[in-house]
């Protein structure tokens, strides 16, 4: 192999990533509302993908070309996951059940400096129960989930609003 088929294939695999991840960030964006960064990202893309697609196209002689540009789209899918997952941006909507005798628990996730709001409920055997939600920013999940895990509080995460200003 000559060194400008290997340029060739490293330019649409890096190029590819790139496009891919840059997709992927753009849809986070566009379903949390953010109206700046977007539409940004959204350019972005699309000239990679233009760019990386002239490439190919050019030379469709070689069908190594669409395997390395095929094989780049999954690559930018898991790179974007992960980017994603770092970035955490958004809020959501923990919900709970515990019981009325760990009712410190609230004291303890607000002193964590989290939203609570409590609801009495009433368990099966008409026992006692609080029902929290806790509104928090995507980058705490991890710890109050853990905290909450610990503590075996059942809970269900659901995506927060996007104008939810914590």
Same mark, same amino acid.
């Given at each position: 192999?000559?060194?400008?088929l290997?340029l ?6 890096v190029?590819?990533?790139?496009? =891919?991840t *840059?997709? =992927? *960030? =753009? @849809?986070m964006?566009?379903s949390?509302?953010?109206r700046?960064i977007a539409?940004?990202?959204?350019? &972005?893309q699309t000239a990679?993908w233009?760019t990386c697609l ?5 030379k469709?002689?070689n069908?190594?070309? *669409?395997i390395? !540009? %095929?094989?780049? !789209?999954?690559?930018g899918?898991?790179v974007?996951?992960?980017?994603e997952?770092m970035?955490?941006s958004?809020?959501?909507?923990i919900q ?8 410190h628990?609230?004291t303890e ?7 609570? @709001?409590?609801?009495?409920?009433q368990g ?5 129960? *609080?029902?929290?939600?806790?509104? &928090? ?5 991890? %710890? ?11 809970i ?6 996007? !104008?939810?200003?914590?």
């Open positions: 192999m000559d060194g400008s290997i060739s294939f490293f330019l649409i695999f190029l590819r990533v790139v496009d =891919t *840059l997709s =992927t *960030l =753009t @849809t964006f566009m949390q509302g953010n700046k539409p940004i990202t959204g350019c &972005l990679t233009v002239n490439i190919v196209m050019s469709l002689s069908p190594m070309n *669409l390395v !540009y %095929a094989v780049a !789209y999954g690559c899918i898991v974007g996951i992960m980017l997952e970035i955490a958004g809020n959501v909507i709970g059940v515990i019981d009325e005798k760990d009712s628990l609230v996730l607000r002193d964590m400096n989290l939203m609570v @709001t409590v609801i009495d409920g099966r055997d008409h026992s006692k129960r *609080l029902v929290i939600f806790i509104a &928090l920013q995507r980058k705490k999940l991890p %710890a109050v989930r853990k905290f909450l895990r610990d503590h075996k509080v059942f269900t995460v659901s995506k927060g609003d996007m !104008y939810l200003n914590i």
